[in-house]
Nanobody, 126 residues
Framework: QVQLVESGGGLVEAGGSLRLSCAAS????????MAWFRQTPGKEREFVAG????????HYADSVKGRFTISRDNAENTGYLQMNILKPEDTAVYYC???????????????????WGKGTLVTVSS
């Protein structure tokens, strides 16, 4: 069982940066892949970035590639999402998720994620 708590959201102007953190509790976190998703009112939750258990493999949505960086520190049971050059369209509630593996063949099933945080709000003003 894994519990996830996001933090680091807030209000930022376009072009600014934020770093989101995902604190995990429970055993075997290092055995899980981790991902970030985001959702705005009236829209489906969308995949943002994912990382495997070792941190050696990452995957990004085209909309954020080159601007966002996902990372993790298994020793501290914490995942991160560094967001740079933020745009108003990045405004959303961001969720941290974890699962046995990042299944790129199952985007409709949240890439196989099983555990979810409650989200943290990121607002980017123009």
């Amino acid at each position: 069982q894994v519990q996830l708590v996001e933090s680091g959201g807030g209000l930022v102007e376009a072009g600014g940066s934020l770093r989101l953190s995902c604190a995990a509790s429970g055993r075997a976190f290092s055995d899980y892949a981790m991902a970030w998703f985001r959702q705005t009112p009236g829209k489906e939750r969308e995949f943002v970035a994912g990382i495997n258990w070792s941190g050696g493999t990452t995957h990004y949505a085209d909309s954020v590639k080159g601007r966002f960086t996902i990372s993790r520190d298994n020793a501290e049971n914490t995942g991160y999402l560094q967001m740079n050059i933020l745009k108003p369209e990045d405004t959303a509630v961001y969720y941290c998720a974890a699962g046995p593996s990042l299944n790129l063949a199952r985007p409709g099933k949240d890439y196989g994620m099983d555990y979810w945080g409650k989200g943290t709000l990121v607002t980017v003003s123009s």
